[in-house]
């Protein structure tokens, strides 16, 4: 069975300080896809980041990298220089090779402090 | 630049009612999902589809139906409401399922909060 685990309900962090939110996942599939979305308080899920598991090297977008370690079937998201914007629920997500599948995590809440 | 449009964005709804979530995307993905989250939990898949007159379940398929008439439009039926269906539903749509070129990424509407009395 496929499993997507967030361990951290709430996390903390002051303002331009980095923040690692943890994923790990649980599949036995040979091929497999790792997303982040990010859930601000309005409702809208936003696509943060992807990463295949066949990449060797980590995905970044902008201030947003995923820290990929396959043997720990870990996916965590690191937000770099924390803006009060980046408050919101963040969601890690996995996909199967076949593709019409995505498990999601329960998601933790991020709370940036001025 | 629309994107996925879903309607209504707010519903309330009397126990054993009916009604249909609207979704209709613009961007000519051939792969359209639905999503209910609950709160504190992580979206669960209620159908899905891979194109026009094909549809399959998901892992809670009990108590909606689903239509794929055309490419754009993927409803969602609640036939005779529940309190358990009281939920925040998601219409989502992909490009591919391709994992190498990352076109599997889901594009969501902005949610429809239904409650069940």
């Known amino acids: 069975a496929q499993k997507i685990t967030q361990t951290q309900p709430g996390m903390f962090v002051q303002e331009k300080e980095a923040v690692t939110l943890d994923c790990t996942y649980d599949?036995?599939?040979?091929?497999?896809?790792l997303f982040w979305y990010k859930q601000p308080s309005s409702g809208e899920m936003i696509f943060l980041i992807y990463q295949g598991s066949y990449d060797q090297q980590n995905a970044t977008e902008g201030r947003y990298s995923l820290n990929f370690q396959k043997a720990r079937k870990s996916a965590n998201l690191v937000i770099s220089a924390s803006q009060l914007g980046d408050s919101a629920m963040y969601f890690c997500a996995m996909s199967r090779d076949t593709g019409n599948q995505f498990y999601f995590g329960t998601g933790t809440s991020l709370t940036v402090i001025p | 630049n629309a994107g996925v449009t879903q309607t209504p964005k707010f519903r309330i709804l009397k126990i054993g009612q009916s009604m249909t979530l609207q979704c209709t995307q613009d961007?000519?993905?051939?792969?359209m999902y639905w999503y209910r989250q609950d709160p504190g939990m992580g979206l669960k898949l209620i159908y899905y589809?891979?194109?026009?007159?094909?549809?399959d379940k998901g892992e809670v398929p009990n108590g909606y139906n689903v239509s794929r008439s055309t490419t754009e439009d993927f409803p969602l039926r609640l036939e005779l409401a529940a309190p358990s269906q009281t939920s925040v539903y998601f219409c989502?749509?992909?490009?591919?399922?391709?994992?190498?070129?990352?076109?599997?990424?889901?594009?969501f509407g902005a949610g429809s909060r239904l409650t069940v009395l």
């Open positions: 989502a749509s992909s490009r591919s399922w391709s994992l190498v070129t990352g076109a599997n990424v889901l594009t």
């Open positions: 589809s891979v194109g026009a007159g094909i549809t």
């Open positions: 599949t036995s599939d040979p091929s497999y896809g």
């Open positions: 961007m000519n993905h051939n792969y």
